[in-house]
């Protein structure tokens, strides 16, 4: 087992894992791309050493894990679209692509006294549309 | 019988693939894709019939040994999930037929298909005998939830959808690691594999990796303290998405941890399973109890009801998971059908918010009956499915004289009555605050509406009815699940 291979592997993660922490969605999509390659890598590792090319004999590599490797892509690749995609509808919406609260548990955390001191007067605005409506809640039909 | 395994998992998603095609011709899409889930229903009522009858299906994907290929393995605990899970997804197509064309409903050409497509992936989670195809099939599971979620567009759902797609991909993440610490350590992916090598394993290791994969399957199941994203996400989307999500999604997380905790062999994490169950189902119940909306109670209810099942699969013993095995059959229809009838409910008074309800059991007597008797089954009030469920796994408690938990469990079971009585004196007795407004008539298609949602109550009651005979199934399933020598056997063999 490779250590340079092993520090890549931490490193990756680490940084993933930091960038997915973020509020931006852009960023987090990052995060996943590099967490992503750690996987990869970790599978990698978890194959054995490298062996002979396949073909004339010999001891080849095991062929096992980098299937998975390559299944385990292919999803990555697919669901890096998807987040590109919803942090494009994000930013239709609401101008940015940040990743906001939960409103209906800002709402419940309002009702308390605690709730009063600290988050009412920081409420964001753009929790209630201009005809004081609520986003989360569905629109009525006409 | 290896034909009937196959088309549980093909049936739906040939029935996708077709039904994405004819997206123009919508009663052709509506009847191949309803066709595609009732094929995969009733193969899934057969094969439980055969492996009742006959014993475990193996089913080689390709003839390739399991060292190296996809097993498919149907063992009872597998093909007693499948029927409950496709019959209700059947049903709940049938709602969202009748829904579209309201504010709840979904989007049909997209739905559709997608519904199947997640179809097929949880017949692979019951039926996969490997840990990197349950990665996969979870995947599958997610991605169709991803795109199901958040097809509308709606400002509500794109927030939630964030965050339920963000935590959901960083566990699959975790996942993937966990499979690459198991292949590292023991050279297979495959789980009967995995059970014969893991007892060589040094106990750090081996308890690392159990603890790993709890976190993993505990996302997925909204365990404490990695719930937060569920009662976010789910009521965001149209009634029946919500409904599948509520009543399946959750679910496949426990039968992971079930299916990976006993094969291979971790009774020594019990103490922090029974630990995470008790707080799971206080806070969960406790969540519901501060919420004003009926969907948002029901979701914080899914979190509390998850700690029932954990907690009888931290016991490790045959009553234990015997118990959890029967909760969760019972939990799959009921859980489904709160939700239509809280679908029901927004329809009939254009909210499911209840500030501005009331007075419903008078101008909705029949919606009114369909929410009391699920109700009260979740509850765990006898005759119910739910009062049988909750004493198998109290008694397995008892059994072990693990008073904490079991005192635990009693509590959130009191405070779930609470929190079903706040929807029921809010939403249906009493009057509407604004009772000079016109009450807007219902849209949609209300007999099938309706309809579907009295076929589902129905089908609960028929559990309590046949209790006795499903708590036996469960607990031989169990027997075969705490004896992995067996499960071992009939895969490699």
Redesign the interface.
Same mark, same amino acid.
């Given at each position: 087992m490779s250590l340079s291979l092993l520090i890549a592997i931490g490193g990756l993660t680490a940084a %993933?894992v930091y960038l997915?922490t973020s509020r931006s969605?852009s960023r987090?999509i990052l995060g996943?791309s590099l967490?992503?390659h @750690?996987?990869v890598l970790?599978?990698l590792? @978890?194959?054995g050493p490298p062996g002979e090319p396949p073909i004339g004999g010999g001891d080849v590599a095991n062929p096992?894990?980098q299937a998975?490797a390559l299944?385990?892509i292919v999803?990555a690749f697919?669901?890096t679209l998807?987040?590109l995609a919803?942090a494009a509808?994000?930013q239709n919406?609401?101008g940015d692509d940040l990743?906001?609260d939960?409103?209906?548990?800002r709402r419940?955390r309002n009702t308390t006294d605690a709730g009063d001191r600290h988050d009412r007067l920081e409420d964001d605005e753009r929790d209630v549309l201009p005809d004081g409506s609520d986003? %989360?809640?569905?629109? @009525?039909?006409a | 019988m290896n034909t009937l395994v196959a088309l549980v998992i093909a049936a739906p998603l040939v029935s996708a693939a077709v039904g994405v095609l004819l997206r123009s011709r919508p009663v052709l899409r509506d009847s191949v894709i309803g066709l595609g889930l009732g094929a995969a229903a009733g193969s899934s009522i057969a094969l439980l019939v055969g492996v009742i009858r006959d014993g475990t299906v193996i089913v080689r994907v390709g003839g390739w040994h399991p060292e190296?290929g996809i097993v498919l393995v149907a063992d009872l605990l597998a093909a007693l999930m499948l029927p409950w899970a496709l019959t209700i997804i059947f049903v709940v197509e049938l709602y969202a037929i009748g829904q579209r064309r *309201?504010?709840?409903g979904s989007n049909p050409e997209l739905s559709g298909p997608l519904l199947a497509v997640l179809t097929a992936g949880l017949a692979l989670a019951f039926l996969t005998g490997d840990l990197?195809t349950l990665f996969?099939s979870f995947?599958i599971i997610l991605?169709s939830s991803?795109?199901m979620l *958040?097809h509308q567009?709606? &400002?509500?759902q794109? &927030?939630?959808?964030? *965050?339920y797609?963000?935590m959901n991909?960083?566990v699959?993440?975790l996942f993937?690691?966990g499979?690459?610490?198991v292949? $590292?350590s023991t050279g297979t992916?495959n789980l009967a594999l995995l059970a014969q090598r893991i007892s060589e394993l040094p106990d750090t290791i081996r308890l690392g990796i159990g603890a790993w994969f709890f976190v993993v399957f505990g996302t997925k199941a909204a365990v404490f303290p990695l719930f937060?994203w569920l009662?976010?996400a789910y009521?965001?989307a149209p009634t029946s998405i919500t409904a599948v999500f509520a009543g399946l999604l959750t679910k496949v997380g426990i039968y992971a941890l079930i299916r990976f905790h006993t094969v291979t062999g971790m009774s020594d994490l019990g103490p922090l399973f029974l630990t995470v169950a008790g707080v799971t189902m206080v806070i969960g119940a406790i969540g519901a109890l $501060?919420?004003?909306?009926v969907k &948002?109670i029901l979701s914080f209810h899914i979190i509390s009801q998850i700690g029932y099942m954990l907690m009888g699969l931290g016991f490790f013993s045959v009553a234990g998971i015997g118990g959890a095995i029967f909760f969760l059959l019972h939990h799959m229809p009921v859980k489904t059908v709160l939700f239509l009838v809280g679908g029901l409910i927004?329809n009939e008074q &254009?909210s499911g918010s209840l500030d501005n309800s009331g007075g419903l059991a008078r101008r909705a007597p029949y919606v009114a009956a369909l929410f009391a008797v699920p109700a009260l089954s979740l509850a765990g009030i006898p005759p119910f499915s739910g009062f049988v469920a909750k004493l198998a796994v109290v008694s397995a408690g008892v059994e072990q004289a693990s008073g904490a938990v079991v005192a635990a469990a009693l509590v959130a079971g009191f405070l779930t009555v609470l929190s079903m009585n706040k929807i029921w004196m809010g939403v249906f007795w009493g009057e509407r605050p604004n009772d000079t407004e016109p009450i807007p008539t219902a $849209?949609g298609n209300r007999w099938l509406m309706r309809g579907s949602t009295t076929i589902a109550v129905v089908a609960t009651m028929a559990i309590a009815a046949s209790a006795g005979a499903l708590l036996d199934l469960s607990e031989q399933a169990a027997v075969d699940l705490m004896n992995p020598a067996v499960y071992i056997a009939e895969v490699l063999s």
């Amino acid at each position: 087992m490779s250590l340079s291979l092993l520090i890549a592997i931490g490193g990756l993660t680490a940084a %993933g894992v930091y960038l997915v922490t973020s509020r931006s969605l852009s960023r987090v999509i990052l995060g996943f791309s590099l967490l992503g390659h @750690a996987t990869v890598l970790a599978l990698l590792v @978890a194959g054995g050493p490298p062996g002979e090319p396949p073909i004339g004999g010999g001891d080849v590599a095991n062929p096992l894990p980098q299937a998975l490797a390559l299944t385990a892509i292919v999803i990555a690749f697919g669901l890096t679209l998807f987040l590109l995609a919803l942090a494009a509808r994000q930013q239709n919406l609401t101008g940015d692509d940040l990743v906001e609260d939960d409103i209906e548990d800002r709402r419940i955390r309002n009702t308390t006294d605690a709730g009063d001191r600290h988050d009412r007067l920081e409420d964001d605005e753009r929790d209630v549309l201009p005809d004081g409506s609520d986003p %989360g809640e569905e629109p @009525a039909v006409a | 019988m290896n034909t009937l395994v196959a088309l549980v998992i093909a049936a739906p998603l040939v029935s996708a693939a077709v039904g994405v095609l004819l997206r123009s011709r919508p009663v052709l899409r509506d009847s191949v894709i309803g066709l595609g889930l009732g094929a995969a229903a009733g193969s899934s009522i057969a094969l439980l019939v055969g492996v009742i009858r006959d014993g475990t299906v193996i089913v080689r994907v390709g003839g390739w040994h399991p060292e190296l290929g996809i097993v498919l393995v149907a063992d009872l605990l597998a093909a007693l999930m499948l029927p409950w899970a496709l019959t209700i997804i059947f049903v709940v197509e049938l709602y969202a037929i009748g829904q579209r064309r *309201t504010a709840w409903g979904s989007n049909p050409e997209l739905s559709g298909p997608l519904l199947a497509v997640l179809t097929a992936g949880l017949a692979l989670a019951f039926l996969t005998g490997d840990l990197f195809t349950l990665f996969v099939s979870f995947e599958i599971i997610l991605v169709s939830s991803y795109v199901m979620l *958040t097809h509308q567009g709606r &400002r509500g759902q794109i &927030r939630a959808g964030m *965050t339920y797609v963000v935590m959901n991909l960083f566990v699959s993440t975790l996942f993937l690691f966990g499979v690459a610490f198991v292949y $590292a350590s023991t050279g297979t992916v495959n789980l009967a594999l995995l059970a014969q090598r893991i007892s060589e394993l040094p106990d750090t290791i081996r308890l690392g990796i159990g603890a790993w994969f709890f976190v993993v399957f505990g996302t997925k199941a909204a365990v404490f303290p990695l719930f937060s994203w569920l009662p976010d996400a789910y009521p965001t989307a149209p009634t029946s998405i919500t409904a599948v999500f509520a009543g399946l999604l959750t679910k496949v997380g426990i039968y992971a941890l079930i299916r990976f905790h006993t094969v291979t062999g971790m009774s020594d994490l019990g103490p922090l399973f029974l630990t995470v169950a008790g707080v799971t189902m206080v806070i969960g119940a406790i969540g519901a109890l $501060a919420q004003s909306k009926v969907k &948002r109670i029901l979701s914080f209810h899914i979190i509390s009801q998850i700690g029932y099942m954990l907690m009888g699969l931290g016991f490790f013993s045959v009553a234990g998971i015997g118990g959890a095995i029967f909760f969760l059959l019972h939990h799959m229809p009921v859980k489904t059908v709160l939700f239509l009838v809280g679908g029901l409910i927004e329809n009939e008074q &254009r909210s499911g918010s209840l500030d501005n309800s009331g007075g419903l059991a008078r101008r909705a007597p029949y919606v009114a009956a369909l929410f009391a008797v699920p109700a009260l089954s979740l509850a765990g009030i006898p005759p119910f499915s739910g009062f049988v469920a909750k004493l198998a796994v109290v008694s397995a408690g008892v059994e072990q004289a693990s008073g904490a938990v079991v005192a635990a469990a009693l509590v959130a079971g009191f405070l779930t009555v609470l929190s079903m009585n706040k929807i029921w004196m809010g939403v249906f007795w009493g009057e509407r605050p604004n009772d000079t407004e016109p009450i807007p008539t219902a $849209a949609g298609n209300r007999w099938l509406m309706r309809g579907s949602t009295t076929i589902a109550v129905v089908a609960t009651m028929a559990i309590a009815a046949s209790a006795g005979a499903l708590l036996d199934l469960s607990e031989q399933a169990a027997v075969d699940l705490m004896n992995p020598a067996v499960y071992i056997a009939e895969v490699l063999s």
